[in-house]
């Protein structure tokens, strides 16, 4: 075990962890509960019942001014103008060069736009955003706010017996509650490929919602082990490891996410490029691969074409709890980025078979309601 | 039949001049839900401090030391069809693999039984 080099801060709900048995690890700044009663139990528990996750650390952003998504736009690739009140979008926060800066949730909440960014690297997005927004666009850091997920099948009956009417919300869809009186911002969206809520919450109320949510037998704590390896099978990306500021959204295949008028106007951090790399095709591209074996291939490990030439590295892979099998992720030559395509993996000197297969590993379960939009 | 531990949570079953190597009930709660196990092959020659086996969780791969010098005399096969047999019975049923005893003073370093589980309370 290995100590720690520089300090880190306590979740709200650090107390709370610590009673129910958490492994704490720091991430991102924070003593963090990496497991309770186990990665792969609590894994498919979330994925059978519902789990509950404190992701506190994430940095909640609240912007208002004159002409503000307009001015969101100029750093972000996402279509804001058409996002309608009370809906949200994945976007990232592009640097000028068109590489990811950060990867992040933006809501239309209002006259105010609610985004909510990476821990790790929040105070870096706070940095830019001050730099680079004109000056009549002003944002709150919300730091006396903490972070929910309920994910899972069972996570909207969970919370609908606890906060009537959350149910009605269809994926992408957020609106404030109230519970026992108390505001809750609640959306129903997340990180692990199920159905579920993010819950943003007053850090003094916290600990009573995460008891009250606990108290239905249908409800686990889940911890960022079990968190990682739920996104990694959901094909999800993971900022500092499947995204950097050296890859830009058409690398990382995150297409979705700039809209057609977007791709056609530009005006937004890194456009030519980026609109160069829709065009004529990126030089890599983040794949999903299925690893041979049951050995786990992990980040860092190289992909190999077949005559073994390096052609790209692994940034995310692990064991797959739900297909009890190796999967990961990385990025690969554009020629080779085809599903089908047959690659090697190499990891400390040993070498793999893989095959790039489309994302998600385990199918999405978001729940789309057609009414209301 | 002794058995010993060694500082990187391995333990030694001794009978007679075979040695039977696994990692300890402690090392599997630290590591957790394994996925993986790769055992050495018979008649492999193996020096005190190689690196014998691979044991991979959830989370992390870690190498297991030959705690002792010896020629391996088998693995657990089980092992690969069904990793978390180590999670399971690790000092039992979860074996990684038995070898020769090439020299038994190599054995006096080592902690015992007590001591071992004194010593990881302590962890």
């Not at chain 1, 969970?158 to 919300?169: A, F, K, N, R």
């Not at chain 1, 995150?254 to 005006?267: M, N, S, V």
């Amino acid at each position: 075990m290995t100590e720690t080099s520089s300090p880190t801060q306590s979740l709200p709900l650090d107390a709370w962890h610590r009673a129910r048995g958490a492994r704490m690890v720091p991430f991102a700044g924070y003593d963090m509960p990496v497991q309770y009663d186990g990665i792969m139990a609590e894994h498919l528990w979330t994925r059978s019942h519902a789990g509950l996750f404190d992701v506190s650390h994430m940095g909640q952003l609240l912007f208002h001014g004159l002409g503000l998504d307009r001015a969101l736009e100029t750093l972000l690739p996402g279509d804001l103008q058409s996002l309608k009140d009370g809906r949200l979008r994945y976007s990232m926060l592009l640097g000028e060069d068109g590489g990811i800066i950060d990867d992040l949730m933006a809501t239309r909440r209002g006259e105010h736009f609610y985004l909510v960014v990476n821990g790790a690297t929040k105070a870096g997005d706070i940095d830019q955003f001050e730099r680079r927004l004109p000056r009549e666009i002003a944002f709150d850091h919300m730091k006396e706010q903490a972070l929910l997920a309920l994910q899972g099948p069972e996570a909207a009956a969970v919370l609908d017996t606890l906060v009537p009417g959350v149910e009605e919300l269809s994926f992408m869809q957020a609106d404030l509650f109230r519970w026992n009186g108390l505001p809750l911002w609640i959306s129903r969206s997340g990180y692990t490929g199920e159905d579920g809520y993010e819950i943003s919450v007053a850090s003094r109320d916290v600990a009573a919602l995460a008891d009250a949510l606990v108290a239905d037998e249908r409800v686990k704590p889940i911890g960022l082990g079990a968190r990682d390896s739920l996104r990694l099978e959901a094909g999800l990306p993971l900022y500092g490891h499947d995204l950097d500021h050296r890859t830009t959204p058409v690398m990382a295949d995150l297409l979705f996410a700039i809209g057609k008028r977007r791709r056609a106007d530009g005006g937004f951090a890194g456009a030519a490029r980026i609109i160069g790399e829709i065009d004529n095709g990126p030089v890599q591209k983040r794949v999903g691969l299925l690893v041979d074996g049951k050995q786990p291939v992990r980040e860092g490990a190289l992909i190999l074409d077949r005559e073994g030439n390096e052609i790209g590295r692994i940034t995310s892979g692990g064991h797959s709890p739900s297909l009890g099998r190796p999967i990961a992720m990385g990025y690969v030559a554009t020629a080779l980025a085809d599903p089908g395509t047959f690659l090697k993996l190499e990891q400390r000197g040993k070498l793999f078979q893989a095959q790039v297969t489309p994302m998600p590993f385990v199918p999405h379960q978001y729940q789309r309601k057609k009414a209301g939009a | 039949m002794s058995l010993y531990f060694t500082g990187e949570h391995e333990w030694i079953r001794v009978e007679g001049d075979t040695a039977t190597i696994g990692i300890s009930d402690h090392a599997q709660q630290a590591l957790g839900d394994i996925v993986f196990a790769e055992v050495p092959e018979q008649g492999r020659s193996l020096n005190k401090g190689d690196e014998a086996a691979v044991v991979e969780s959830v989370k992390a791969a870690s190498d297991v030391y030959a705690p002792i010098a010896g020629e391996v005399i088998m693995g657990n096969e089980a092992l690969a069809d069904d990793p978390s047999l180590i999670n399971r019975d690790p000092e039992g049923e979860g074996w990684f693999f038995k070898m020769t005893l090439a020299d038994a003073a190599e054995l006096d370093g080592l902690m015992d039984e007590a001591a071992y589980r004194e010593w990881v309370k302590t962890l």
